[in-house]
């Protein structure tokens, strides 16, 4: 499952993974019946942006937090360590419980082991009291399998949930990757893209109870249309019975450029019956969008004069509001929903954030083909509450940040790229309604190693 890998980023929302099982069946044909709305929905704010190589959720427990961590094994090999860090003690330690064990690795240790499964890239998330990864089994030659693994919150076992999907494979092909993935009321929602297929991107759901694992079948583009390669749910958010997902349509000429028709299309699928919806009301290019009980919060950015606007649609009511027009930056560029520097609308479903380059992104001083870092928040009606995070403004002219928000208080990842200040670096967190208040004092968490040399 180890890889030898030099200088290495960590990858939360790409990772090598496997293509469609024939095994499979269509939700369009069997609807989920067993939806739950009971269980945990997903995070809307805690969420993967498109193009991320940074950023990763935050899995916070009663008394500390749980989180993944690049580990060099004793063989030099690297792997991704499932780790705990205690509020009280302000301490980590390698989430394993099995006695006097190395975390070096080993079939049974859950924090580095966990049998052939490589971890490295995978989505890691606390959801209903466990933790779930994403593991890609390479000890087949020939196949390359995705499995749900799940542990509890001490580390004693890690099991085998569900098999994603499988991919036959070889020395030379090139392994499809995760477009996006989250948990929603009981279930995986994993969009996985066949990188040896033009791209072409399969929807999973597995039902966490059973193990069950179906396809969600989406809408073809009309005649003379394609769906631009990478773009196909590189966005997915839910919001009760409701999976939305985005597909970019486009007509291409002999240059492969796209004129004239350039179109992103919003889809909702409803998981209780069945019923996939398109939600015509969208713009047809916009940078970002998040959903709060049948309400689109989305961005759309003028690159031309720099500036961002915030809307809100009301599905029920079919209705448009302005919540913030042409807000003005110095310079932006991220148009296009499945770009990563975009204008990112998310929320806590108690405040809406925006950050003008993506919930994770790099700043780099004197960049001109760089998008302004900047954070707005807003209430749920578009009133502006808060311009930029006071107290956190890094000294340092070359940094990566990841921005997430749960239950009203926000976490700030952030990573000094030149090392020249790594008393800086590590993961912060304020409460949002102090940090309104004017409060500049951030709580500074563990550090994430985002490279090893």
Same mark, same amino acid.
């Not at 989920?32 to 935050?58: K, M, V, Y």
């Not at 009980?293 to 950015?301: G, N, P, S, W």
């Not at 993506?358 to 004197?366: L, N």
């Not at 976490?411 to 309104?436: A, H, K, P, Q, R």
């Given at each position: 499952?180890?890889?030898?890998?030099?200088?290495?980023?960590?990858?939360?929302?790409?990772?090598?993974?496997?293509?469609?099982?024939?095994?499979?069946?269509?939700?369009?044909?069997?609807?989920?019946?067993?939806?739950?709305?009971?269980?945990?929905?997903?995070?809307?704010?805690?969420?993967?942006?498109?193009?991320?190589?940074?950023?990763?959720?935050?899995?916070?427990?009663?008394?500390?937090?749980?989180?993944?961590?690049?580990?060099?094994?004793?063989?030099?090999?690297?792997?991704?360590?499932?780790?705990?860090?205690?509020?009280?003690?302000?301490?980590?330690?390698?989430?394993?419980?099995?006695?006097?064990?190395?975390?070096?690795?080993?079939?049974?240790?859950?924090?580095?082991?966990?049998?052939?499964?490589?971890?490295?890239?995978?989505?890691?998330?606390?959801?209903?009291?466990?933790?779930?990864?994403?593991?890609?089994?390479?000890?087949?030659?020939?196949?390359?399998?995705?499995?749900?693994?799940?542990?509890?919150?001490?580390?004693?076992?890690?099991?085998?949930?569900?098999?994603?999907?499988?991919?036959?494979?070889?020395?030379?092909?090139?392994?499809?990757?995760?477009?996006?993935?989250?948990?929603?009321?009981?279930?995986?929602?994993?969009?996985?893209?066949?990188?040896?297929?033009?791209?072409?991107?399969?929807?999973?759901?597995?039902?966490?109870?059973?193990?069950?694992?179906?396809?969600?079948?989406?809408?073809?583009?009309?005649?003379?249309?394609?769906?631009?390669?990478?773009?196909?749910?590189?966005?997915?958010?839910?919001?009760?019975?409701?999976?939305?997902?985005?597909?970019?349509?486009?007509?291409?000429?002999?240059?492969?450029?796209?004129?004239?028709?350039?179109?992103?299309?919003?889809?909702?699928?409803?998981?209780?019956?069945?019923?996939?919806?398109?939600?015509?009301?969208?713009?047809?290019?916009?940078?970002?969008?998040?959903?709060?009980?049948?309400?689109?919060?989305?961005?759309?950015?003028?690159?031309?004069?720099?500036?961002?606007?915030?809307?809100?649609?009301?599905?029920?009511?079919?209705?448009?509001?302005?919540?913030?027009?042409?807000?003005?930056?110095?310079?932006?560029?991220?148009?296009?929903?499945?770009?990563?520097?975009?204008?990112?609308?998310?929320?806590?479903?108690?405040?809406?954030?925006?950050?003008?380059?993506?919930?994770?992104?790099?700043?780099?001083?004197?960049?001109?083909?760089?998008?302004?870092?900047?954070?707005?928040? #807003? !209430? +749920?009606? =578009?009133? @502006? /509450?808060?311009?930029?995070?006071?107290?956190?403004?890094? *000294?340092?002219? %070359?940094?990566?940040?990841?921005?997430?928000?749960?239950?009203?208080?926000?976490?700030?990842?952030?990573?000094? #790229? !030149? +090392?020249? =200040?790594? @008393? /800086?670096?590590?993961?912060?967190?304020?409460?949002?309604? *102090?940090?309104? %208040?004017?409060?500049?004092?951030?709580?500074?968490?563990?550090?994430?190693?985002?490279?090893?040399?």
């Amino acid at each position: 499952m180890k890889k030898v890998l030099s200088v290495i980023l960590a990858i939360f929302t790409a990772i090598v993974v496997t293509a469609c099982s024939e095994e499979n069946g269509s939700l369009s044909d069997n609807p989920g019946n067993d939806f739950d709305s009971t269980l945990p929905q997903c995070e809307p704010a805690n969420l993967p942006d498109a193009g991320n190589l940074i950023r990763q959720c935050i899995m916070k427990g009663e008394d500390g937090f749980y989180y993944t961590d690049m580990t060099m094994l004793a063989d030099k090999n690297v792997t991704r360590a499932l780790c705990y860090y205690d509020m009280t003690t302000q301490t980590s330690i390698p989430l394993c419980a099995k006695p006097q064990c190395m975390h070096d690795g080993n079939d049974f240790c859950v924090a580095t082991g966990g049998g052939a499964y490589s971890f490295y890239g995978s989505l890691t998330a606390l959801y209903n009291g466990c933790i779930y990864r994403l593991g890609a089994d390479s000890s087949d030659a020939e196949e390359w399998k995705l499995s749900l693994l799940r542990t509890d919150l001490q580390g004693n076992e890690l099991s085998e949930v569900a098999v994603i999907c499988t991919f036959k494979t070889s020395e030379d092909s090139i392994k499809p990757q995760i477009a996006s993935a989250l948990f929603h009321c009981g279930k995986l929602f994993a969009a996985v893209s066949d990188m040896e297929n033009n791209a072409k991107t399969t929807l999973y759901v597995a039902d966490i109870a059973s193990g069950d694992v179906r396809t969600i079948n989406m809408p073809s583009p009309e005649e003379g249309v394609t769906e631009a390669i990478g773009a196909t749910c590189s966005d997915m958010i839910a919001d009760g019975e409701w999976l939305y997902y985005t597909i970019r349509h486009v007509k291409e000429d002999k240059h492969h450029f796209y004129f004239e028709y350039d179109r992103t299309m919003l889809y909702r699928y409803n998981v209780r019956t069945g019923v996939t919806e398109n939600i015509p009301a969208m713009p047809d290019i916009y940078s970002s969008f998040t959903v709060v009980h049948d309400i689109i919060y989305y961005t759309t950015v003028d690159t031309t004069n720099n500036t961002f606007s915030l809307y809100s649609y009301d599905i029920k009511k079919d209705k448009t509001e302005a919540l913030s027009e042409k807000v003005q930056q110095e310079y932006l560029k991220g148009e296009y929903l499945y770009q990563q520097d975009k204008v990112t609308v998310c929320t806590d479903r108690s405040y809406l954030y925006v950050c003008t380059n993506g919930m994770e992104g790099q700043y780099v001083k004197d960049n001109g083909l760089q998008s302004d870092v900047d954070f707005y928040i #807003y !209430d +749920m009606e =578009g009133k @502006e /509450l808060l311009h930029g995070l006071t107290g956190m403004k890094p *000294d340092s002219e %070359n940094y990566s940040y990841g921005f997430s928000a749960i239950d009203g208080t926000i976490y700030f990842n952030l990573s000094d #790229y !030149d +090392m020249t =200040g790594e @008393e /800086l670096t590590g993961l912060y967190m304020v409460n949002t309604e *102090d940090l309104i %208040n004017g409060k500049k004092d951030w709580t500074k968490l563990y550090v994430l190693h985002q490279y090893i040399a």
